[in-house]
């Protein structure tokens, strides 16, 4: 049985979403969420068996990045976002809060228990697969929920984890198992790229043995509406479009970039050791002096591709202006140029962040200057690892 057009209308009337990013879909305008062409929409739904069939269908946008891993840029609706986000508070909820194991300053959401309200947080830190293999996990967590509780957190637990491995699936419903009968709503929140719906694909394929349902993508702002997938036949998952955050690094570099920013495998510490005078630099994005007076240690955790280049504090302004660009790579892209400028003293044992690049972790004592693009986010906390 195929449906016929009264049927077809129907459905697109009630108004039917995009397996892949949630968007509901439209045929009046390319380049605006949820675009298919009429004709391909058409066809999809009338060759349907019945009415309630699952529609497993793809808008442009999503075939484009699933197939040919191209970005559709689109106007993004935050306030959309953000309204899913706190209509969280009002429902009995379990909330799944994912940061970036390599971003957590820049992937954590201001306010979240506003959002939320009493609802039970499981803090996931994901992406484990890039850190140094010696971290040693329990502390980590640890280490983890303690950042999160002093951003108002209060998280039932935390867990660490790489959601593109096999096992990712099976381990989160174990951690979840307690809250599954209680929670008939299971909302996966975060920035955006923290990878929320890579680890829902991995729960789907535990749960149904399908695969890569969900879009995915190294693109920022994948995801572009809730998508509901029943887990029990009492409860649900969620998926939601991250909350952006402008003060990363990936906001203010072209995407062909992203190479040097998004580490996909084990970033190799690197550790330096400088004296007064000395400035090192990070590609073509920005530098840090070191006023010291004596020799300090350090160690650097960025994406191995991305240089970290030695130079004389005295020439590093004008190295700076001539050499981003050419022998030092990437730069921001145009109109990012301003820089900030500061001056920070950092114990041994603390580490400088730059949200969407990476950290430093001092051993001695320190006075740095940075000098980084206005507006991207940088700051100084316990150690990470
Ligand atoms: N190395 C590594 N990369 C990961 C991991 N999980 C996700 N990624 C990558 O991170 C990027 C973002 O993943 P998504 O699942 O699309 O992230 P998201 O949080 O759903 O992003 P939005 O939909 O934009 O909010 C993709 O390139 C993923 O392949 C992981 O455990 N390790
Ligand atoms: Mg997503």
């Not at 995915?216 to 809730?226: E, N, V």
């Not at 906001?251 to 510490?269: G, M, R, T």
């Not at 920070?344 to 001695?364: E, V």
Request: include cysteine; hydrophobic fraction near 40%; aromatic fraction near 8%.
């Amino acid at each position: 049985m195929t449906l016929n057009d009264d049927q077809v209308a129907q459905l697109l009337n009630e108004g039917i979403t995009c397996i892949g990013c949630g968007a509901q879909f439209q045929s009046e305008k390319a380049g605006v969420p949820g675009y298919l062409n009429q004709s391909k929409l058409h066809n999809y739904l009338a060759s349907l068996n019945s009415i309630d069939d699952p529609i497993e269908l793809l808008c442009e946008r999503c075939f484009k990045l699933k197939n040919y891993n191209q970005i559709e840029p689109v106007a993004f609706d935050s306030a959309h976002f953000q309204q899913i986000l706190s209509s969280i508070a009002t429902k009995k909820a379990l909330v799944l809060y994912i940061v970036d194991l390599f971003d957590v300053a820049g992937s954590m959401i201001d306010g979240l228990s506003r959002f939320i309200g009493q609802n039970p947080v499981v803090l996931i830190g994901n992406k484990l697969d890039v850190l140094p293999k010696s971290v040693k996990k329990n502390k980590l967590a640890n280490w983890l929920r303690k950042q999160a509780k002093d951003q108002g957190v209060k998280a039932v637990k935390s867990v660490i984890l790489s959601a593109d491995k096999g096992d990712a699936g099976q381990i989160l419903l174990d951690e979840i198992a307690d809250y599954v009968d209680d929670y008939p709503e299971i909302f996966v929140v975060g920035v955006t790229n923290v990878g929320k719906s890579t680890l829902i694909n991995q729960i789907i394929k535990q749960v149904s043995g399908n695969g890569s349902v969900i879009t995915t993508s190294r693109f920022p702002g994948t995801t572009l509406d809730k998508i509901e997938i029943p887990l029990t036949e009492t409860s649900k998952i969620i998926d939601t479009p991250g909350i952006i955050h402008a003060s990363q690094m990936t906001h203010f570099v072209d995407s062909k970039d992203f190479k040097y920013l998004l580490p996909n495998k084990e970033v190799k510490a690197r550790t330096f050791q400088l004296i007064s005078g000395q400035s090192i630099f990070l590609g073509g994005l920005g530098w840090i002096d070191f006023l010291n007076k004596q020799k300090i240690s350090f160690t650097a955790y960025f994406d191995n591709k991305l240089d970290l280049h030695r130079t004389k504090s005295e020439k590093a302004a004008v190295f700076f202006k001539t050499q981003a660009g050419k022998i030092m790579q990437p730069v921001v892209l145009p109109g990012n140029e301003e820089m900030q400028s500061k001056e920070i003293k950092l114990s041994a044992g603390q580490d400088l962040a730059i949200s969407g690049l990476g950290w430093f972790t001092f051993h001695d004592p320190v006075v740095i200057c940075f000098h980084f693009q206005k507006g991207l986010a940088i700051s100084v906390r316990q150690a990470e690892i």
